[in-house]
C-alpha cells in the first residue's frame, strides 16, 4: 500500500512539475510570437514607406523631368513611329 | 510530593466556562466563513475586477486606412504611422534646457510651447503628426506630463496632379474631400481590441480574449491612369499659362468602359502640404462647377433633327444674311458663307443655322434628348458635391430660349456631362455610365440615338477638326479625330459678360472606332484669343496624341504631317 502511494506521489510530482514546465515554454513560446507579429507590423509600415518613396521617385512628372533635362530625351513624333499590329488585329 | 495529588488538580471549574470559549470560537469561525462565502461567492465582482486589473490589460489594435491606386496598382495615396505629442499642462515639469531642446524637436518657438501649455490645465496637443523618429528623440527627453499617441497620416506622392480627383483626410484619419470622402467606408479601418496577460516586466505572456478584430480598411482601385493624368494635368497647366486662364479643367474618358482616365483641374494645391488653402483650388470644376457650354451642343440639337427625320447632313438650312431674329432678340454668326448644310452649320459653328434647326423641331423632342444623355441631373459617380446642371421643363420654353439653347445657352452642364454625354457618338448612339473606380466588365450602355445618326454626327464632327471647320488645331497625327469647339460668353449677374468667355473643346478619337472621349475646358482665357478652337483644342490634340501613344491604339489615318492653317485662318466661330 505504502509503495504505491509512494509511486503515485512521485508520479504526481513529475506532472505538476510537467505542467509548470510546458506553462512556461508556452509563455516563452507567447512572447516570441509577440515579438515576431510586433516585427511584422514594424516591417509592414516599413513597407509602406518604401511604396511611398518608391511612388514618389517614379512619378511620372519626375520621370519625365529627368528624361527630358538631364538625359536630353524626346518624344519620337508621329513619323518615326512604326506601328506593329499584334496578329489577332491584323488577321481581321 | 505526589503530582497527581496536588490539590489545584482536584478544584473543579465550572462547566459552562469552556463551553462559553468553544460558542466564541466556533461564531468566530462561522462569522469568517460567512465573509469568505460572501466575497467569494455572493458579491465577488469587485474583488475580481482588481485582481485582473493587476495582471490582464485591454490593448487598442490599430487599422490601417486603405491605400489608393491607380489602374496600373502605382499607389496614390497611403497612410504611414506617425506621432502626436500631447500634454498635461498641470503635471508638466522640466528644466530650462529640456525645453529648449524640446522646442528645437518640435520645430516650436518655447515661448509658443509656454502659451499652449497655459491654454489648457487637462489636455493639450503640442504638436501632431511628427515623424516617428522625430518622436522618439521627444521621448527621450523625459520629460514628465509629456505623452505621445499614435495616428496615421496620410501621403500623396502624386501632389497637385490629382489633388482634386483623391481629396484628403483630415488629422483623425477621415476623407474630408473627393474620393477620400466618397469611399470613406471603404478605406477607413475599424480599430479593435483584445485582452492580454502581462507579467511584471510589463511582457505580454497570453491571450485571454479578442474582444474585437481589427479590420484593415480595403484598397481602392481608381480607373484613372496615373500616366494619361499626368499628361493631360502638364498640357492644361501649360495651356493654363499661356492663355492666362483662370482656371481649367479636362477630362479623359475610355469610351468603351465610361471610366475616367485622367481628370484634372487648376489652380490646384499640394495635398501633402495644406497651408493657405483657397476654396478656388480646391473644387474639382470637372465635376462640380456648371457652365454654358455654347456650341459643343449644336451636335445634340442636330442628332435629334436627324433622329426625328427633319434633316440630313445635307439638307440646306437657310442661313443666308448671317443673322435671325426670334421676337425682339436676334441671334448672330460671325461669318456670313451664304446657306449652309446641317454638316456645315456643325462644321462651321453657325448659331443661325442651329437655332433654324432647333425651331423646326418639338420643345418636347430637344428637352428629351438633352435629358436623356444626362443634362440636369447629376451623373450619380459618388463623389461629393456633383453638380447636375440646369435644364428647365420644355413646357416653359419659349422660342428664344428654344433656339438659344441649340447652340447652348440658356442651360449649363458640368464638364463631365458634357463629356459622357458626348459618348454617344463615340459609341454608336450609347450612353454610358461613369465610373471613377476600375471596372472589369464594361458596363451596358442606355440607346439614346440610333447608331446609324451617330455615324452621321461623327461625320460631321470630323468635318468641324478639318480645314474650313472651326477647329483644325485639334487634329492628331496619325489619327481621325472627331470634336467641336464652344466658346460662350461667361454669365455674370443674370447676364452675359462683355468681355469674359468659356472656351471648350470637346472630342473623340480615333474616329473609326472612338476609344477616347476627352473634353476641355478655359475659363476667362485673357492673353487675346479666346476661341474653344485655338485656346482648348491644342491641349486636345496633345493631350490624345499622348494618349493614344500610350493606351497603343493603332492609327487609323496616313502619318502625314499635319500643317496647321496661318494664325488667325481658322473659321471664327459664332459667338
Given at each position: 500500500m505504502a509503495r504505491i502511494n509512494l509511486i503515485l506521489l512521485a508520479l504526481l510530482t513529475a506532472c505538476a512539475l510537467g505542467l509548470v514546465t510546458s506553462q512556461h515554454q508556452a509563455r516563452k513560446l507567447f512572447a516570441e510570437l509577440e515579438h515576431e507579429q510586433n516585427l511584422a507590423k514594424q516591417l509592414e509600415v516599413e513597407w509602406g514607406q518604401l511604396q511611398l518613396e518608391q511612388s514618389t521617385w517614379a512619378m511620372h512628372a519626375r520621370v519625365e523631368k529627368v528624361a527630358r533635362e538631364r538625359l536630353h530625351m524626346s518624344v519620337p513624333d508621329a513619323r518615326r513611329t512604326q506601328v506593329v499590329l499584334p496578329a489577332a488585329a491584323a488577321g481581321r | 510530593m505526589n503530582y497527581a495529588a496536588s490539590p489545584v488538580l482536584a478544584l473543579r471549574l465550572p462547566l459552562w466556562r469552556s463551553r462559553l470559549l468553544l460558542a466564541l470560537i466556533a461564531g468566530g469561525f462561522l462569522v469568517l466563513a460567512g465573509r469568505a462565502v460572501y466575497l467569494?461567492?455572493?458579491?465577488?465582482d469587485f474583488l475580481q475586477q482588481k485582481g485582473e486589473s493587476r495582471y490582464s490589460r485591454v490593448l487598442e489594435i490599430s487599422a490601417n486606412r486603405g491605400k489608393i491606386t491607380d489602374r496600373h496598382g502605382e499607389a496614390l495615396a497611403i497612410s504611414t504611422p506617425v506621432k502626436s505629442v500631447w500634454a498635461i499642462p498641470e503635471e508638466v515639469q522640466y528644466s530650462s534646457q529640456q525645453r529648449a531642446r524640446l522646442a528645437a524637436l518640435l520645430e516650436l518657438s518655447p515661448r509658443e510651447i509656454d502659451k499652449r501649455l497655459n491654454e489648457a490645465t487637462a489636455f493639450v496637443y503640442l504638436k501632431r503628426q511628427i515623424a516617428p523618429e522625430v518622436a522618439e528623440r521627444v521621448g527621450e527627453l523625459r520629460i514628465s506630463g509629456l505623452f505621445q499617441n499614435r495616428e496615421y497620416r496620410r501621403y500623396y506622392p502624386g501632389g497637385e496632379v490629382m489633388a482634386q480627383v483623391l481629396g484628403f483626410t483630415g488629422a483623425d484619419d477621415a476623407?474630408?474631400?473627393?474620393i477620400e470622402l466618397a469611399f470613406q467606408s471603404t478605406l477607413a479601418g475599424k480599430s479593435g481590441s483584445r485582452r492580454v496577460i502581462k507579467d511584471r516586466l510589463g511582457q505580454i505572456v497570453e491571450d485571454t480574449e479578442s474582444i474585437r478584430e481589427a479590420q484593415n480598411g480595403r484598397d481602392l482601385v481608381l480607373a484613372l491612369d496615373a500616366r494619361l493624368q499626368n499628361l493631360a494635368f502638364s498640357q492644361l497647366k501649360r495651356a493654363v499659362n499661356s492663355t492666362k486662364a483662370k482656371a481649367g479643367a479636362i477630362v479623359v474618358l475610355?469610351?468603351?468602359?465610361?471610366?475616367?482616365l485622367a481628370l484634372a483641374n487648376l489652380p490646384t494645391y499640394n495635398p501633402n502640404n495644406r497651408n493657405r488653402l483657397a476654396g478656388a483650388q480646391l473644387r474639382n470644376r470637372v465635376i462640380t462647377d456648371t457652365f454654358?457650354?455654347?456650341?459643343?451642343l449644336k451636335p445634340f440639337t442636330v442628332a435629334v433633327a436627324i433622329e426625328q427625320g427633319k434633316a440630313t447632313p445635307a439638307s440646306v438650312i437657310a442661313t443666308a444674311g448671317g443673322s435671325l431674329s426670334i421676337g425682339k432678340a436676334t441671334i448672330h454668326d460671325?461669318?456670313?458663307?451664304?446657306d449652309m448644310t446641317v454638316a456645315q452649320v456643325i462644321q462651321r459653328s453657325s448659331n443661325v443655322g442651329a437655332a433654324k434647326i432647333a425651331l423646326s423641331l418639338p420643345a418636347e423632342a430637344m428637352w428629351g434628348m438633352f435629358d436623356q444623355v444626362?443634362?440636369?441631373?447629376?451623373?450619380?459617380?459618388?463623389?461629393?458635391?456633383e453638380a447636375g446642371g440646369k435644364l428647365r421643363a420644355y413646357k416653359s420654353w419659349r422660342p428664344i430660349e428654344q433656339a438659344t439653347m441649340a447652340y447652348g445657352h440658356g442651360i449649363s452642364v458640368s464638364l463631365l456631362q458634357l463629356a459622357r454625354a458626348y459618348t454617344i457618338f463615340a459609341r454608336d448612339g450609347e450612353l454610358m455610365p461613369l465610373s471613377l473606380l476600375r471596372i472589369d466588365t464594361p458596363p451596358v450602355g442606355k440607346q439614346v440615338i440610333s447608331a446609324a445618326t451617330a455615324h452621321k454626327l461623327r461625320d460631321m464632327l470630323e468635318l468641324a477638326v478639318q480645314p474650313g471647320g472651326t477647329a483644325p488645331r485639334a487634329r492628331v497625327m496619325g489619327y481621325r479625330v472627331a470634336g467641336k469647339t464652344g466658346t460662350a460668353h461667361k454669365e455674370e449677374n443674370g447676364g452675359y459678360a462683355e468681355r469674359k468667355y468659356v472656351s471648350s473643346f470637346v472630342g473623340l478619337a480615333p474616329a473609326s472606332d472612338p476609344r477616347l472621349v476627352i473634353a476641355v475646358m478655359l475659363d476667362e482665357p485673357s492673353a487675346g484669343e479666346y476661341y474653344g478652337g485655338v485656346v482648348a483644342a491644342p491641349v486636345f490634340s496633345a493631350v490624345m496624341g499622348g494618349a493614344l501613344r500610350m493606351l497603343g491604339v493603332p492609327p487609323d489615318a496616313p502619318l502625314n504631317p499635319l500643317e496647321l492653317p496661318p494664325e488667325g485662318s481658322e473659321i471664327k466661330e459664332s459667338v
Open positions: - | 467569494q461567492g455572493l458579491n465577488n476623407g474630408q474631400e473627393g475610355d469610351a468603351k468602359t465610361g471610366e475616367v454654358e457650354p455654347g456650341s459643343t460671325a461669318h456670313r458663307f451664304g444626362g443634362f440636369g441631373a447629376a451623373p450619380r459617380l459618388g463623389f461629393p458635391g
